[in-house]
């Protein structure tokens, strides 16, 4: 046995670190926290004793932590690896307690996996920061009481089964309070004048007006001003600039710029950095910090030499603007500047290319610019056109990098301009006078909710993905696309000295990946904003951050903090027991149906909104009708509730294909089609009670193209696909489901591990019958948890004592069901 134990938290970072270990070092996992808050019951904290937790460990740990007794009984000296933050301090802390270890037991960091870092991490042991483990159960502790005691305020004002937490019910105002933005936002047209003029060698030069109009008869009058009007280059002005690089990521920045360069989700950008680091090619993951270390940029300087010489070198030590940023820490950056790329899986390749491009960038010299504006002179009045265009004089860190953007304004006009000269009589080919309509906020994407949430100070580095994660879940968000809609815009256009208008129409509004509030995730987020203002509230959010910082630097008493906290929150839990259930989510009148004279009402029910004809009060029963995903309680009107009620009714069959039916059909999750035993949902862009049959096939041959292009491979002739049901994230292969383990993942999961967990379940599905009888499928001799039986359709008979199971005929086991007593009716009350 070696006799040094070395417990990290994942099996692939121990795989990498005990290669970098003597034979006597052994090195093993604890598969991340071992112990926890039990699940449920309110004995878990004792707010009367300075809320002491009482902690368990995990029903899934138990037989990992015997393992590790051993281990750590056998062994000389036991080393605690964990990463190097407050989740890492508190799992080495739980490993401590659950071990029995000492208090001065061996503690390691280090922010690379390499072998220089592990083994200068061994010469210098620390025993255990309890700050860093206080602040992690500062926020555990403080986390469970809101949940623990807000939910069921929500379960009994709002609906059954909702829950609420400290940082995902922010994030969820965040995006609900976008979205009524949008609702609220009232598009105001301007017409906008931009000039496209000939040059000499096929060349065009694009000049604009710098104001806008408001009105259009002012922009037509100016058009009018043009005809017939000489234009010239008024001055030429050149101006040096110069663009500096970004510094290396942070964990919010590199979600963020995952998501716009790489389309990558954020779970995904830290499943896929995890395993980089894991595998020694990238710097600690989890971090605030855009420092680099003096060693890190001398090899940057190395490598920016080598690669592109001596001029483009220049070295920068960024300042981090987080005060709680831990400055010994570093910015994500390579562990090697040498590798450009690497190989293997390909997103791990994408995002390891965009972390070196970033940091590599990050030592480069600025980019120098020539920005050169024109003035155009126009004969008839006194009003300037402009012209704007830059050249790269030297291009810097632009060579390996230029940051992307979350706005979705137009590009500027940044070309090149063509060779000009003061004077140069210009030849106008058309202006244009185009209608253009100011824009609301745009929707959050999960990188631009990221961002909001660092710049109001509300999270932290781990913090991100999983909350975005739990409000999806919870069904309070959901990511999508949605269509856009045709808008009109007018268009008047100057060229051979007359004047021409025409209408034209615009797709607006198409949105992509972005995060939309559910009817419930709007309804909650009102009732807490009413009336648990602090719990929702971006101050008092951002300031337990800090609070949660200060106890991590030993500033602050965990329990302190608490104290302060709860007393004032389990008052206002006790006050809202007054709150009236009827005023909450109660919908509204929208008028009476002029046919039935019955009232027309909109509400929130349990499976999401309805409108309403009638009341249940009435002799004859109310009628309903589901609003549809873009539809709100709080804005539909009185005309499309009527046309709700007026649709026909779901399930309906549209018509027969290849003599099977084509059924569309509403379920919890939407409407969908079935055909042939399967079920397709159908997009937002189709209608469920006019959709037709050949839109309807369309539908089922694209989503069965995108679920062999979203799939995993084929496995014997048949396609591998993954989803996520009411149990968790599956596989599915020739219609059988294969739950995956709690190590897997549905962003990385490939067709090995899915082959895996086929063959897996078969196996034990193979170990279950010791015996089946192909003329009777309906009788089985069974391996149970409690000893062989006989199934004989739905019954479960005994096997005689001294029979073996394996050796019984299909006769016998007949036999033994028609001696075997009746099952037991159940006696009515």
Request: hydrophobic residues 40%; contains cysteine.
């Amino acid at each position: 046995m070696a006799k040094n134990l070395v417990i990290v938290e994942s099996p692939a970072k121990a795989k990498t670190i005990e290669g970098y270990l003597g034979k006597d070092f052994v090195v093993k996992s604890s598969f991340g926290h071992v112990r926890d808050l039990p699940i449920k019951g309110d004995k878990a904290i004792d707010v009367e004793n300075d809320f002491a937790p009482t902690y368990v460990v995990s029903a899934d740990k138990t037989k990992v932590i015997s393992e590790l007794k051993s281990l750590a009984k056998s062994s000389e000296e036991v080393w605690l690896a964990t990463d190097d933050d407050r989740e890492g301090e508190a799992i080495s802390w739980h490993l401590k307690e659950a071990l029995g270890l000492k208090d001065n037991a061996k503690r390691i960091v280090f922010r690379e996996i390499t072998k220089p870092a592990i083994l200068q991490a061994i010469t210098q042991p620390r025993t255990i920061d309890m700050d860093l483990v206080n602040a992690q159960q500062a926020r555990r502790i403080m986390d469970r009481l809101i949940g623990f005691e807000l939910s069921p305020v929500l379960w009994s004002k709002v609906q059954k089964g909702l829950s609420a937490g400290r940082v995902q019910s922010v994030a969820v105002r965040l995006i609900v309070e976008r979205e009524r933005e949008i609702e609220n936002h009232e598009a105001v047209a301007t017409f906008k004048v931009v000039a496209h003029f000939d040059l000499p060698g096929k060349k065009v030069l694009k000049a604009e007006l710098s104001k806008a109009f408001a009105k259009e008869n002012d922009a037509l009058d100016f058009l009018k001003k043009c005809v017939g009007a000489a234009f010239s280059i008024k001055s030429l002005e050149t101006k040096p600039a110069k663009k500096s690089p970004a510094p290396p990521f942070t964990t919010s920045t590199l979600q963020q710029e995952a998501s716009r360069k790489l389309g990558f989700a954020v779970a995904t950008t830290m499943s896929v950095a995890q395993k980089l680091y894991e595998s020694g090619r990238i710097t600690y993951m989890r971090t605030d910090s855009t420092m680099l270390s003096q060693e890190a940029r001398d090899k940057a300087k190395a490598e920016i030499e080598s690669a592109y010489g001596a001029k483009f070198h220049y070295s920068r030590q960024f300042k981090t603007k987080s005060e709680s940023a831990q400055e010994a820490h570093e910015a994500i950056r390579p562990t090697d500047f040498a590798n450009h790329s690497i190989t293997g899986d390909a997103r791990e390749k994408r995002l390891y290319e965009l972390i070196w491009k970033r940091a590599i960038a990050s030592q480069m010299a600025d980019a120098l610019i020539e920005r050169t504006t024109a003035l155009i002179d126009i004969s008839t009045t006194p009003e300037l056109l402009s012209a704007q265009g830059e050249v790269i004089a030297f291009e810097g860190f632009l060579k390996a990098y230029l940051e992307g953007k979350d706005d979705e304004e137009e590009d500027e006009n940044k070309d090149m301009l063509p060779p000009l000269n003061v004077g140069q009589v210009l030849a106008l080919d058309e202006m244009k006078a185009q209608e253009r309509f100011t824009r609301a906020a745009p929707r959050y994407t999960e990188a631009s909710l990221v961002k909001a949430l660092e710049e109001k100070g509300i999270g932290r580095p781990s913090t991100y993905a999983p909350t975005i994660s739990t409000i999806i879940k919870r069904a309070y968000v959901v990511k999508e696309d949605r269509p856009g809609r045709e808008r009109e815009f007018q268009t008047w256009v100057l060229s051979n000295n007359e004047i021409s208008g025409n209408k034209a129409t615009e797709t607006v509004g198409t949105e992509k990946a972005k995060l939309f509030p559910t009817h419930i995730g709007t309804l909650v987020t009102d009732f807490l904003v009413e009336n648990f203002e602090n719990v929702v509230d971006y101050t008092f959010t951002a300031e337990m951050e800090d609070e949660f910082d200060n106890i991590a630097k030993g500033k602050l008493e965990w329990t302190v903090l608490m104290k302060n906290f709860y007393k004032s929150f389990h008052q206002t839990i006790e006050d809202s027991k007054s709150i009236n259930r009827s005023s909450v989510g109660g919908g509204r009148e929208l008028g009476v149906d002029p046919k039935t004279g019955r009232l027309v009402s909109v509400r929130l029910g349990k499976f999401g909104p309805f409108v309403q004809l009638g009341e249940s009060s009435e002799e004859e029963k109310p009628v309903f009708a589901n609003l549809t995903k873009t539809q709100s309680v709080s804005t539909l009107t009185f005309e499309e509730a009527l046309a709700l009620l007026e649709r026909p009714k779901l399930p309906r069959e549209v018509g027969i294909h290849n003599d099977m039916p084509v059924i569309i059909g509403a379920g919890k999750l939407g409407p969908y089609i079935k055909y042939d035993g399967k079920f397709t949902s159908l997009p937002d862009t189709h209608d469920p009670f006019t959709i037709e049959m050949d839109q309807a096939i369309a539908v089922i041959a694209q989503a069965l193209k995108d679920a062999e292009a979203g799939g995993l491979g084929y496995f014997e002739d048949s396609l591998i696909e993954t989803g996520k049901g009411r149990f968790g994230p599956y596989v599915k292969h020739n219609g059988k489901y294969y739950s995956l383990a709690k190590t897997d993942n549905l962003a990385t999961i490939d067709q090995a591990r899915a082959i895996e967990l086929i063959e897996a379940k078969r196996k034990v599905e193979a170990n279950k019958f010791i015996k089946e009888f192909a003329e009777n499928e309906t009788v089985k001799v069974v391996n149970g948890m409690y000893g062989p039986y006989i199934q004989i359709g739905k019954r479960n008979v005994k096997i005689p004592k001294g029979t073996e199971p394996a050796d019984l005929t299909l006769e016998e086991c007949l036999a033994l069901g028609d001696a075997a007593p009746a099952p037991k009716k159940a006696r009515k009350k």
